[in-house]
């Protein structure tokens, strides 16, 4: 989105020239009518072999954030690997929107070099086969603590659970209660998780170590998670507006 131009950091426009702020090759402005304005090398060339080709959905997310916090060359003065970011704030905390798959070996590299990061994934892209299952309560509850939750297959609106108080340390054998035992504790304390079924899912994210959100569109993104560390990966709603204020945005961009 960004290149420098006599100095500044610029947006492409029409006819401009301007310098990669990674490379420091040479750049020219791309702004015809399919795809987003961009600067591109004269030469074609990829310097970041991390970089994404850009969709809209990236844009109107980095608008969030000031442009000096947006495609910020993160660098490590140890090995002298750098990298662009979509978004580091002024505490250096990352955020990287994910629009296409990764494999592991992205998602550690990633994760590694950058250190305290988020990401975003575009989640409109494999929406259809997410399906929403039972209302959890509120996990940071000592009740919910104890708790060991797993989805009910066939009946996604419910869930089982047992109580590892009333549980020896490694049992083979515990009594299951189906959550309709604590539906008025569910109703009185959910804050917005929920389980939910993953048709042909991503496994990457499930191996992040590294906060992941879902954004399927409109003011709430989803946490991938695990109810507490005895239970099922669940989606806590979040905020759109609460997430980019969190990491020093602005929510109307």
Request: proline share 4%; hydrophobic share 40%; glycine share 8%.
């Amino acid at each position: 989105m960004f290149s420098a131009v006599n100095g500044q950091k610029a947006v492409a426009f029409p006819k401009g020239r301007g310098v990669c702020l990674f490379c420091g090759n040479d750049v020219i402005a791309k702004c015809g009518n399919q795809k987003v304005w961009h600067w591109a090398h004269s030469i074609k060339q990829t310097c970041d072999p991390w970089w994404e080709n850009e969709t809209q959905w990236h844009r109107d997310w980095k608008a969030h954030w000031n442009e000096q916090f947006q495609e910020v060359v993160h660098f490590d003065s140890l090995t002298g690997e750098k990298h662009i970011a979509d978004v580091k704030n002024r505490e250096g905390f990352v955020l990287e929107f994910q629009n296409s798959p990764l494999n592991d070996g992205e998602l550690i590299s990633r994760e590694r070099f950058y250190g305290d990061m988020a990401w975003v994934v575009n989640a409109a892209n494999f929406v259809s086969n997410i399906q929403f299952g039972a209302m959890l309560p509120n996990p940071e509850l000592p009740e919910s603590l104890d708790m060991c939750v797993r989805p009910v297959q066939n009946s996604p609106q419910s869930f089982i659970f047992h109580r590892i108080s009333e549980n020896e340390p490694g049992a083979t054998m515990v009594e299951v209660y189906g959550s309709h035992r604590i539906q008025n504790f569910i109703d009185e304390t959910h804050v917005g998780h929920r389980l939910f079924a993953w048709k042909k899912p991503r496994t990457v994210w499930f191996r992040s170590a590294r906060p992941v959100f879902f954004d399927f569109g409109g003011d709430v993104i989803w946490r991938l998670r695990k109810f507490n560390s005895h239970s099922a990966y669940c989606l806590e709603a979040v905020s759109k507006a609460h997430f980019i204020g969190c990491y020093g945005g602005a929510a109307e961009a």
